[in-house]
């Protein structure tokens, strides 16, 4: 059994082909470790949408690939949107790496190693970035990582939008939708290995299905994932305001699975910007989604996420965004300055925004929802939520930490539990009495 580490970087939607990378490596009896220290072979899985994750990508390739001169490593595999991106390149750039694999092909990988080994004194770097086929992928199951409590289930591949600015439709390929059976066989799996949430993951999710034949949409999978019995929440990440419909906001309301929770990008506010930024969406069309999700769900916590610094920005334009900011739409908020990612169609844009400006305006978007975020989650002090407990906390072992249905994974805050106790997987009765920053400390009633 050779021992194996898989390293992963990026999205959520990287952490679940990693974990379907570590089944077929544990189905093909590969002993898998949780660092690569001691690793015969490492396998890093990679993020390149933007050149920050690239450099992050060949710093951890680089890093890793020490492990062959210092450590036991004799196989170095690097597989993802790198590879996908920059093809064999990579590994003329870095000659340490042994096996290149495409966005699609990482289940080839088991089999190859066993034949690269095989066949010592290769020198070249072997790659294999065949077609964006994904169907392969879809069916192959997930190896939960802990905590167990909750998963993402990554409910289609690659995206059929043209941001301008966006570089993943040339790296991922348009979108392929996972069938309906399969996501909810997958999602009975998970749910019969301990998990309680699952969080729906794509590139955009309200997309999901306009790509298959049968013409199941979003609705038709969360009617059908509200069907399985122990599963205790479903959470809706990456929505496209566009096509965020009535029907949807009607199953948000009325099911009571589906977290009072929407993670949907509006990336700016101005018309100006959303036009040059090739987004679908105008002011009118993102106020009135999200005016018509507050008035029927009114609970609800909104996450977003903008750009500041476009191309072509005006004070105008930055002010419009500011001042709807301000209006307080949403609980959460991701905020990024505009980066001209080489080989995007707006890096080619006139009147690129100086970096300061960029940074100065990022500031005070980031200033305001700071503010809106404590003063929403201060506002949760004294009621009664249901947490979901993952288990002892990192921070301290003395306590229990959870999630609400308000607090997505990896994003949000955690509740930490001061008084009670729980299972790790069990779905809780808390009374929230205080809060930090974007923590909740509750305790269990
Ligand atoms: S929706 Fe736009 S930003 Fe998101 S992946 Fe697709 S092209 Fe990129």
Known sequence: MLKTAVVNLGCPKNEVDAEKLVYLLLKNNFQLLAEPDEAEVIIVNTCAFIQPAVEEAVDT?????????????????????????????????????????????????????KKFLANPGQDKTSCEIGPLNYGELHSVPQQISPPLAYSYLKIAEGCDNRCSYCMIPSIKGPQQSVPLEILVAQAQQMVTAGVREINLVAQDITAYGNDLVENTQLNDLLKALSRIPSLGRLRLLYA???????????????????????????QHISDTILASMGRHDRALDIRRTLETIKNRVPDIYLRSTV???????????????????????????????????????AAKFPQQIPQDLKEERLQAILDI??????????????????????????ESDLLLQGRTAFQAPEIDGLTYITEGDAEPGSIVDVEIHDCHEFDLFARIK
């Open 61 to 113: 390739i680089l890093y890793l690939a020490g492990f062959k001169k210092e450590g036991c490593c004799r196989l170095l595999v690097v597989t993802g949107c790198l590879p996908q991106r920059y093809g064999a390149a990579i590994g003329q750039e870095i000659p340490e790496i042994d096996l290149l694999f495409g966005t699609a092909d990482f289940h080839k990988i088991p089999t190859a190693i």
């Open 240 to 266: 496209y305001p566009h096509r965020i419909s009535a029907e949807l906001i009607e199953l948000i309301a009325k099911e009571s699975k589906i977290c009072n929770y929407i993670d949907i990008p509006i």
């Open 307 to 345: 750009i500041v610094g476009f191309p072509g920005e005006s004070e105008d334009d930055f002010k419009k965004l500011l001042n709807f900011i301000e209006e307080g739409f949403f609980a959460y908020l991701g905020a990024f300055a505009y980066w001209p990612e080489e080989g995007s169609r």
């Open 369 to 394: 929802q700071q503010s809106l975020t404590e003063k929403r989650l201060r506002a949760e002090i004294g009621q009664t939520r249901k947490v979901l407990i993952e288990g002892l906390s990192q």
